[in-house]
């Protein structure tokens, strides 16, 4: 499935100069789907260098034109819309529905930065200086690397990619190892935007002979990643060797509150659309269930019905809900907290193990936990699977005082039928995201991204683009 592509380097698919292969493996058989080339030092660097020759062209090409290639690129995008999204479902295991709906999404990111790149303006600024004026402008930052992670491995890519390129910035791409022919797609279809050679570009490989060539490079000014706190934490420090101008959406552990006063019915189908969803692989998606002691009981039972109702399989089978997780590691995680959280006297409503008759795949029941403590594990870490857990409040103050007691804050949710309860919990929570009777937080046209220990920057809206901008300021007197 794979054979069509390979490493993007210079506007052209190679094969690695080493001749290295790497298997891609299902997560719903964990066989391998195929192999695909394993990038040397020596090709990053080619795509590190091929990008820098692009920079000149792409960052001098008219605002007009740039846009005409990225809605270019959308329309190719649209062409291939199935192609993508059995590409997707056949890495992530996630249900086809999920990934045309993800698919889609990457196309509005285009559409969106293709009309922002007409949109770049400047302003003027009265001097002190008699006859004298501010001139205020951007230019493209230069050179970007995008790091993008596993679960949405087309939308992830398109908040990085359309921005840049819209910007006037080359792109080198670094996909996930486990999902690299999402990446090859949306790359294969950058073509139709006749884009000058060089200006995107894809590696896939080793850290060492990927990510550290990048990081060391000079001629790489910006670097974007979606994954992990930790490996957020390394490529801040990475990047400050050489001046790198960093944006980070990392982790998340998100709150999700229904006060006493909400629409039990919404709560309930909004709440378990999101957190089951991807099989809760989302950093978006609600981990940690507040209910309202009026309410508590009855959200349970309703929470465990839906929650047994999904059914499990390859994601590319008609009627499946949830597929597997991404990979064995993930599978354990998901059993030792569980396990940590029964230890500590928390209950299984469902779930909580493998399911039966899956013997192949990293498939794990949707779960639900109650009588949990907020110092256990599935409460204080992002579980990125289908685990919620689900604990009581009593007063206001109370759960805006334990929803905030997490050092992440990327996305928080509450239901309540009060304006003035929501403008209360929306100026409280700290997160950079806050859903009121909604968990639909990620769009084209909105900011998307978190505080403290979930990143920094923000990938969609109007603010997109300014990561991928520096400012000039220019005294001009006559």
């Known amino acids: 499935m794979y054979t069509n592509f390979g490493l993007f380097i210079d506007g052209e698919w190679r094969q690695a100069s080493e001749g290295k292969t790497e298997p891609v493996i299902s997560p719903v ?84 930065y293709a009309e922002e790149a007409r949109r770049i303006y400047g302003r003027i600024i009265e001097s002190r200086v008699p006859s004298g004026r501010f001139e205020v402008s951007h230019e493209p930052v230069g050179v970007v690397a995008a790091f993008t992670a596993w679960n949405f491995p087309a939308s992830l890519l398109a908040r990085k990619i359309a921005p840049a390129l819209a910007a006037g910035c080359p792109v080198i791409a670094r996909p996930s190892s486990q999902t690299p022919g999402t990446a090859m797609v949306m790359v294969d279809c950058c073509r139709a935007g006749n884009l000058p050679p060089g200006t995107v570009n894809l590696v896939v490989g080793s850290t060492d002979a990927t990510y550290r060539p990048i990081m060391a490079s000079r001629l790489v000014r910006k670097v974007s990643l979606t994954g992990s706190t930790r490996i957020g934490q390394q490529m801040i420090r990475d990047a400050a060797d050489t001046m790198k101008k960093v944006s980070m959406e990392l982790g998340g552990n998100a709150p999700l509150i229904v006060y006493d006063d909400a629409d039990l019915d919404m709560a309930l189908n909004t709440a378990a659309q999101a957190k089951f969803a991807n099989t809760g692989q989302v950093c978006v998606a609600p981990d940690r269930f507040f209910i309202h002691d009026r309410l508590h009981d009855a959200f349970v039972k309703g929470f465990v019905t839906r929650a047994k109702a999904i059914r499990l399989g390859d994601g590319l089978d008609d009627g499946v809900d949830m597929g597997p997780l991404i990979n064995g590691h993930r599978l354990a995680e998901m059993e030792a907290i569980v396990a940590d959280a029964v230890a500590g006297g928390a209950k299984v409503n469902t779930g909580g193990q493998r399911p039966a008759g899956f013997n192949n795949g990293y498939f794990y029941e949707p779960t639900v936990l109650t009588e949990v403590t907020d110092d256990m594990r599935v409460m204080v870490d992002e579980n990125f699977g289908p685990i919620a857990a689900i604990t009581r409040f009593s007063s206001d103050d109370e759960v805006l005082t334990r929803a905030n007691a997490s050092d992440m804050g990327l996305a928080a949710y509450a239901f309540t039928r009060s304006p003035a309860r929501a403008r209360r919990t929306v100026a409280e929570l700290k997160a950079g995201m806050v859903g009121i009777n909604s968990t639909a937080l990620a769009a084209a046209e909105a900011p998307f991204g978190g505080t403290n220990f979930s990143g920094m920057g923000r990938e969609g809206g109007s603010e997109g683009i300014l990561d991928y901008l520096d400012v000039k300021l220019a005294q001009v007197v006559f």
């Not at 789907?33 to 960052?59: C, F, K, N, Y």
């Not at 993508?84 to 529905?97: F, N, Q």
């Open 29 to 112: 058989s964990e066989s391998p789907l195929g192999e695909v080339p394993g990038a040397g030092v020596v090709d990053t660097q080619a795509a590190i260098d091929a990008a820098h020759m692009a920079l000149a062209r792409w960052s001098t090409t008219p605002a007009h034109d740039r846009a005409e290639a990225l809605h270019a690129i959308a329309n190719e995008m649209i062409r291939r819309t199935e192609e993508a999204a059995r590409m997707i479902s056949s890495e992530t295991g996630k249900p086809l529905a999920q990934s045309r709906r993800e698919w889609g999404l990457s196309i509005d990111q285009f559409r969106w």
